[in-house]
Each structure stands twice: as structure tokens, then as C-alpha cells.
């Protein structure tokens, strides 16, 4: 008598598997990103023993860097912070950002890891805010795109939303065709009351 085997195909199938943001893999959530890889920590090891003997002063600086390296992700901008007893935040709203770089050095490319540099348009050459130890690279890049276009082209819209409310002219305004219009009638009326009491003055002083 055979025995079944079981189907280890559909048990592997049936499995969820989980990627890097802790969702089914090949989905990507970047709102539930809030910390580096762990892969950031090895980056910063090895770049730190590479400059001999300054690992010294690099590794701990490094060290506590990515320990309270932080990112929030919200409908309206991302956020960047970092330090202890000198804590850094940036926050950038997406339609602030004019551009964004994509670098792998060569340990990065090993780690599978980059850095994305967004540029704002304050005039600095450097990047107002870095994103590293995110290994969806090319979907955060891609979302963060997404989010920059669609707040400049929301922005003209609401501009010129903003400015025709503020110049339309309101019912009885100076600028209002009814109050034009009423302006006339009465600037009409005026010049022939004046009209009148002056031939009436004349008239009194021709009797006089």
C-alpha cells in the first residue's frame, strides 16, 4: 500500500513570505519605514575602519547615529532625525523637494544599500535631508517622485484657486460691474442737480 507524501511545493506556496518592510514580500509601505537595516551598522563599520586610526572618533559617532536614526513617512512630507544629547530633525514636505539623487559607493552596492539625497531649492549645493539603510531604493525613490509631482502640480491649482478668490471682486466692491453701474447713475445724477441749482442761482440773480 502507498503512502502520500506531502506536497512540500504548495506548503512553500501557502507560505507568506516576509519582506525587508515586514509586510508579504513585494509589497512596499514606505509609511512603515522608521529605522534603518541593520545592514547600515556594517556599512558604518567598515567605512569607520577605513579611515586607520581616526575609527576612534568615526565608529562611536557613527554608532550612535544609526542607534537613534530615525524616518516618519506622512501624507505630507518625510521626516529625518538623529542624535542624543544633540538631537537633529528635518522635516521636508514633498512639495518643497526640487530633486533627487540616487549614490551607491562600492560598499554600499555590496550591502545592497544607497543613499537618496533629496535637493530643495534654497540654493545649497548640498542635499537638505538623506535617506540610507532603506534597501527598497528604487520604490522609495519612485514614491517619493510621485509625491513631488503631485504636490507642484496641486500647488498652481490651489495658487490660482487662492488668487482669483482674493481678486474677484465682491457684490457692491469698487471692482464689481453693479457697483460701476451704480457709480454712473449716480455721478449722472449729481451733475444735473449741479445743473439745476446753478441755473436756479442765475436765475435768482438775473431777478435781482
Request: charged content about 20%.
Given at each position: 500500500?502507498?503512502?502520500?507524501?506531502?506536497?512540500?511545493?504548495?506548503?512553500?506556496?501557502?507560505?507568506?513570505?516576509?519582506?525587508?518592510?515586514?509586510?508579504?514580500?513585494?509589497?512596499?509601505?514606505?509609511?512603515?519605514?522608521?529605522?534603518?537595516?541593520?545592514?547600515?551598522?556594517?556599512?558604518?563599520?567598515?567605512?569607520?575602519?577605513?579611515?586607520?586610526?581616526?575609527?576612534?572618533?568615526?565608529?562611536?559617532?557613527?554608532?550612535?547615529?544609526?542607534?537613534?536614526?530615525?524616518?516618519?513617512?506622512?501624507?505630507?512630507?518625510?521626516?529625518?532625525?538623529?542624535?542624543?544629547?544633540?538631537?537633529?530633525?528635518?522635516?521636508?514636505?514633498?512639495?518643497?523637494?526640487?530633486?533627487?539623487?540616487?549614490?551607491?559607493?562600492?560598499?554600499?552596492?555590496?550591502?545592497?544599500?544607497a543613499t537618496i539625497s533629496?535637493?530643495?531649492?534654497?540654493?545649497?549645493?548640498?542635499?537638505?535631508?538623506?535617506?540610507?539603510?532603506?534597501?527598497?531604493?528604487?520604490?522609495?525613490?519612485?514614491?517619493?517622485?510621485?509625491?513631488?509631482?503631485?504636490?507642484?502640480?496641486?500647488?498652481?491649482?490651489?495658487?490660482?484657486?487662492?488668487?482669483?478668490?482674493?481678486?474677484?471682486?465682491?457684490?457692491?466692491?469698487?471692482?464689481?460691474?453693479?457697483?460701476?453701474?451704480?457709480?454712473?447713475?449716480?455721478?449722472?445724477?449729481?451733475?444735473?442737480?449741479?445743473?439745476?441749482?446753478?441755473?436756479?442761482?442765475?436765475?435768482?440773480?438775473a431777478k435781482a
Open positions: 500500500m502507498s503512502r502520500a507524501e506531502p506536497d512540500h511545493a504548495a506548503s512553500h506556496a501557502a507560505a507568506p513570505a516576509s519582506g525587508a518592510s515586514g509586510g508579504p514580500r513585494g509589497t512596499f509601505d514606505p509609511f512603515a519605514i522608521t529605522r534603518p537595516v541593520p545592514a547600515l551598522m556594517k556599512h558604518y563599520l567598515i567605512t569607520s575602519l577605513l579611515t586607520g586610526p581616526g575609527v576612534l572618533v568615526a565608529l562611536p559617532i557613527l554608532f550612535f547615529k544609526y542607534e537613534t536614526l530615525r524616518y516618519r513617512f506622512d501624507a505630507d512630507g518625510v521626516s529625518v532625525s538623529w542624535g542624543i544629547l544633540f538631537r537633529r530633525e528635518v522635516y521636508l514636505t514633498y512639495r518643497r523637494i526640487q530633486d533627487i539623487h540616487v549614490t551607491r559607493g562600492i560598499i554600499q552596492r555590496w550591502l545592497g544599500l533629496l535637493q530643495t531649492a534654497a540654493g545649497s549645493s548640498q542635499a537638505e535631508m538623506q535617506i540610507e539603510g532603506v534597501p527598497q531604493v528604487e520604490e522609495l525613490r519612485d514614491f517619493l517622485y510621485s509625491r513631488m509631482r503631485g504636490a507642484h502640480d496641486d500647488h498652481p491649482a490651489h495658487a490660482a484657486h487662492a488668487d482669483a478668490a482674493r481678486t474677484a471682486p465682491a457684490p457692491g466692491s469698487p471692482a464689481s460691474p453693479a457697483w460701476d453701474h451704480a457709480t454712473d447713475a449716480s455721478s449722472q445724477e449729481a451733475v444735473l442737480l449741479l445743473r439745476e441749482i446753478l441755473s436756479e442761482l442765475k436765475a435768482r440773480g
